[in-house]
């Protein structure tokens, strides 16, 4: 594996955190490689999902139950082709679609993910805040404005690990599947109206219309993203057994996940068609159904508990929209950034446009747009399961573990449904529209996008494999080992470290010993921060500025005495920008620098300095744990 490979990882932070060969009892095993469908399956539950279920159960009934079957079976088949290449390649789809694809088209497919990342953030925003008000009576536009707080729960999270990150979810989704269960008790539904919901059947377009939204609500592009990236958080042995064993089980893992979140969704539908659609009653908002249920079902608790598992959908699809984005934003532009920023730019996606439809167009326009993030959710498939099919049907890179035949004709059966389905619906909403006059300027822009995405479409299809701009070698099949050659140690001339005046600073000062040589010279930083400095900068004389001076100096002298050469310099106010300027005007060939193991809210408050300064510096960065 290349050194490029391992500076490239999916999710650094948990990447193979998780040793699923450790445990010596086979169950133990077996339980450490469970968890990545969970976090999957909440996708498949969020609020977006509650408002197409709601609008399908109260309008038709039963008759697009078979809708959900179907989604379901699509997924359990997407999510198993997402898993596997990233357990047989070790690559995410984001890393791998930048290896395969030109430059521009990768840009594209970008911004259509975080379009489809905004879209999901959107509904989960909409359905925490709907849980509140319901809850609490809190307005609604407040509500979304609260929900911006959660953006350092993921942070918090990852901080824990990702095995408590893992059972954070699971027990939402648990509260979720608890409260319909109570439900469905309640509504007391017939198994044999239920069973004729399973038989195909379109009773019109807005049947079609809602039926997309339940698909784009349960397939949902930025999941297979997510899948390819969170079960390379399990380090397996990198054998054919190894990956088969990986493959097995998270198989069977995905099943249980999945289907769990199908009957969740089924219930949904189930408790709209019986209570509301049986009674004549056609539910057009989530709040609608919340104030109905209690008159219907006899009892208030039944209210209670759907706005609890409202706000639970919410807040566990918020944590996974997070991951993926993370994901998609480093696989496809090299990108890193800091966790809560990331989180605050996703969450600020979406808050926006719901401020601006609930400030304008008022609350009653909500759960249109919740079904119209569906719908977007589900134009984006395309551009996420093509490449996919790609990817894991090439033996070039999958070897042995590429996909059989029976799979892939399985898959693009799927892929072309899909997009059917999407270029249908997308003919029969924009027909009504272009049969009105006038708005000639934006029915050129609709057509043009349309030409655009519709190209892209068919070229990321038909791009030939054997122009991949990186082919990446499966781990299993290897080439024959090359001849190492040329393995000159490197001869480092100047050698900066970074010092804070801490029990520290010997610990340091040995590792940077020893990368030198005899004629290495060090250069000793120091970052002053009083509130002078911060003020007046390298013009500050306080009393601390001349401390940090003098105490430099005795380093400095302590070091020659010694037969070592070094230099010191001061720098001012901002540690990372500071850090960087001095290495840079000392010509440094490498920087040594020491970790603190700073966690949550002390990262955010004195700064990542090491994660900052190294993705700016092009030399090498030596980072001591201390």
Known sequence: MTDRMHREVSLSEVHESIDVQAPKVKWRQILASFGPPYLVSVGYMDPGNWATDLAGGSKFGYKLIWVLLMSNLMALLLQGLSARLGIVRRRDLAQANREA?????????????????????????????????????????????????????????????????????????AVVGISFLIEIILAKPNAGEIASGFIPTFPNDEALYIAIGIIGATVMPHNLYLHSALVQTRKIQPTRAGIRQALKWNRIDSAVALNIAFLVNAAILIVAATVFYKNGQTVAEIKEAYKLLPGFLGTTIAAKLFAIALIAAGQSSTVTGTLAGQIVMEGYLQLRINPWMRRLLTRLLAIVPAIIVIYYFGESRVDSLLILSQVILSLQLGFAIIPLI???????????????????????????????????????????????????????????????????????????????????????????????????????????????????????????????????????????????????????????????????????????????EASARLGFHRRTREIVRLVREENADMLVIGAHGHTGLKDWLFGETIDSVRHVLKIPVLIVNV
Not at 506 to 511: A, D, F, I, M, S
């Open 390 to 564: 790609h990817f894991v049907s090439d033996k070039k890179s999958m070897g042995e573990f590429a996909i059989n035949n029976v799979t892939r004709v399985g898959a693009w059966m799927i892929a072309s449904l899909l997009v059917y389905l999407n270029i249908k619906m997308v003919f029969n909403e924009g027909s009504g529209y272009f049969s009105q006059p006038g708005n000639i300027g934006a029915k050129i822009l609709i057509i043009g996008a349309g030409l655009l995405f519709g190209g892209l479409l068919i070229y990321i299809l038909l791009f030939p494999f054997r122009r991949r701009k990186a082919a990446v070698s499966s781990v299993v099949v290897h080439k024959e080992p090359g001849k190492l050659e040329k393995l000159h140690l490197p001869l480092y001339d100047k050698i900066a470290v970074a010092l804070d005046f801490s029990k520290n600073d010997e610990k340091l000062l040995r590792y940077a010993i020893g990368q030198g040589n005899a004629n290495t010279r060090f250069i000793l930083i120091h970052i002053v921060e009083s509130a002078s400095a911060n003020m007046l900068g390298k013009e500050s004389g306080d009393y601390e500025t001349e401390a940090d001076q003098a105490r430099l100096e005795l380093y400095v002298q302590q070091l020659s005495d010694r037969g070592i």
């Open 101 to 173: 694809y030109p430059q521009s088209v990768n840009f594209l497919l970008y911004i259509l993910a975080e379009v489809a990342i905004a879209a999901c953030d959107l509904a989960e925003v909409l359905g925490m805040a709907i849980g509140l008000q319901l809850l609490t009576g809190l307005p609604l536009i407040w509500g979304v404005g609260i929900t911006i707080l959660d953006t350092f729960l993921l942070l918090f999270l990852q901080r824990l690990g990702m095995r408590k990150m893992e059972v954070f979810i699971i027990a939402l989704v």
